[in-house]
């Protein structure tokens, strides 16, 4: 089979019919994110991070694929559940809510407030709705109010020695061609600006061509737990959104750039002796103190298999065709479960299921699907320049 | 060779000759932790738990094992350090500071306070220094204050579901031993009654004859990630501290009661497959929110020791003494490093060593030493008793 078909037909055929058949909350509305292997519910606590992201995959399909009435719906149920109960009086969004929207975890961090703002911008468009509209671009803005102190009251740590995080400038990345469309242009280029410098000259590190999670603020490096840090995933799923940016900007070099960003960070982080992608490294080799560090994520496999046909799709480089068919056989290996539908999410190091379920508190209809999408678009492109 | 010299030669020529050889700050005072394999530091930082238990350790050797001046030294470097750079302005300890001592992580619990007041009751005891006494008992009614609000503006709950942990009322039940020479009597008999309450009537599940870590103010379940939570190492640890105080109130019926908790958990935390005991488990077998859930850490592994060593020197229990073997076995094989001195501290589920290390944020010089000396001290009863 094609890759083009493999991936369109998991999309529309297993993926989301799994979200359609087994997340929905008829009863007070938003989604079920908590699900086992075979899709049951197993906790109804529901978290804004994946109520935004589910509410934006479906917008996204909506506008993409096809005018699927009921798509839309499924949209509007997570819009709705967000608005009415996702919001705190100050407009930040909060980490979780009950089963019927009584606030669970404060509004701690600005992520839940990206991902409903994705969300209500995708769903306005494909609704037609203004107030949506507005509420995502107000959304954007308080976003960028808090951008410089995310976790406000919060933040645990002194200003004795400051850290930048790479979380902020790789979302914002992503979210303002997101935004594009409901943003006034001089936004849009000023905030692409910011986040590809950001991302490009502060984070990517020029002698070890890989990306620091975390930097200081004049960007050079500390020598500390989080200064060390790498978190290959983010690496390689920010160089994605350069590109996206780089062939809305028409540069090459760019696109040149951050596909050699992406094979130096999985030469960097591929586990040689079980195969996979580390979830976190110390770039000097010392213990990580995440105990996770090993583990192979859905996600990390996934934005590298859409960054790899990207890349292919712009440079045609066999380097990357190499790396992306290495990526592919481990991931449609490892994660993919046909009989039940919808990836598995955590492996241990040696590629074995870690946790049985297909959601939880920070998987939910995301990576899978948008990945699903990216990748059967490119290998359209990649199959018919061949043809 | 017999356990009880086991014990402690493995205490006095392995473990303790390790943190004084590797752990002392002569430059800023206080102790590195962050150690790699063989003892090597290999981040600076400073962290007010462990500086804490290890200036507690040095303290309790010297006053139960021997009066080794250099021992008192250690725990006054680590004593003055804690004194000096540990406080800030409203008496609460930091999470963790720059080697010189610069507040870096914020006083965002009230365990690093624990730690720090039992250190400082040992080094009273141990050096007659009134003024670091009347410190611990500033420090220990510092914690009652803030005990139902530990977190403070750092608390990210709503109070829409609010539950209640387990960690405090077992530090509590330990805290006061440690502290009861310094305390008025009334005030050891309110706080211990408190906290074997806790423990034994309302985090113990009569049904299953598990501790839950987390339960409703009312001691009711909660169907949640943290209400379903079990951490078979905390309750297991929280038993030996029963032990304790019911060898002080000589109470017969809750030793029976404290053993028989023990091998339930262990029953039930106990990997069939590959053999030690997991680090967190949900209570419904639902896949728990902590990735690590599999792994096997030290401090289960080695306070499960002391408890089954406890329960047998105080039980003569022949099942205490079967479970106790299979611990030792798993444990001795796995986390022993006699090459290189100390004891690994994070094993994968397989027993394989997940980080090359004998210390870092989170592992000092405490679990292992403690357990050394409590089950070199019960092997003793116990050998002294079958003679």
Chains 1, 2 share one sequence.
Not at 79 to 102: A, E, M, P, W
Not at 284 to 296: A, N, S
């Amino acid at each position: 089979m094609k890759y083009s078909k493999l991936y369109k037909e998991t999309l529309l055929k297993d993926i989301i019919p799994f979200w359609e058949k087994h997340s929905i909350d008829n009863l007070y509305g938003g989604y079920f994110t908590c699900l086992d292997t075979k899709g049951n519910v197993y906790d109804t606590d529901k978290f804004m991070w994946l109520q935004g992201r589910q509410a934006w995959t479906f917008s996204m399909l909506y506008n993409k694929v096809k005018k699927n009435e009921s798509w839309l719906q499924i949209a509007k149920n997570g819009v709705d559940f967000l608005r009415n109960h996702g919001i705190d009086s100050r407009g930040n969004f909060y980490f979780s809510t009950t089963q019927d929207g009584k606030p669970l975890v404060k509004a701690y961090n600005i992520f839940s407030d990206c991902f409903a703002a994705m969300a209500f911008s995708q769903y306005a468009l494909a609704s037609g709705d203004e107030e949506v509209k507005e509420l995502a671009i107000k959304t954007y803005y308080n976003i960028l109010k808090r951008k410089d102190n995310p976790k406000g009251k919060y933040e645990k740590t002194t200003d004795a020695r400051p850290l930048k995080g790479f979380s902020l400038p790789m979302i914002l990345s992503n979210l303002v061609l997101e935004l594009e469309d409901i943003l006034p242009a001089d936004e849009v280029e000023k905030t692409i600006d910011f986040s590809v410098n950001e991302v490009m000259e502060v984070f990517l590190d020029k002698k070890s061509g890989l990306i620091y999670e975390n930097v200081r603020p004049d960007g050079s490096h500390e020598d500390s737990y989080n200064g060390r840090l790498l978190n290959p995933g983010h690496g390689i799923e920010a160089m994605w959104f350069m590109m996206d940016i780089a062939i809305r900007k028409d540069d090459q070099k760019l696109i040149e750039r951050a596909s050699q960003v992406i094979v130096n960070i999985l030469e960097y982080s591929w586990d040689e002796k079980y195969g996979g992608l580390y979830y976190f490294m110390d770039v000097k080799g010392y213990p990580p103190q995440q105990l996770e560090w090993d583990q192979k994520l859905w996600w990390v496999h996934l934005e590298s298999l859409v960054a790899l046909s990207k890349a292919y799709e712009l440079t045609k480089n066999p380097e990357i065709k190499k790396w992306y068919d290495k990526i592919h056989n481990y991931s449609w290996s490892h994660f993919s479960n046909p009989k039940n539908g919808e990836w598995f999410g955590y492996l241990n190091r040696q590629g074995e299921v870690l946790l049985n379920l297909k959601g939880g508190k920070w998987k939910g209809c995301f990576h899978v699907p948008r990945a699903m999408y990216q990748c059967w678009k490119s290998f359209e492109a990649i199959e018919k320049s061949i043809q």
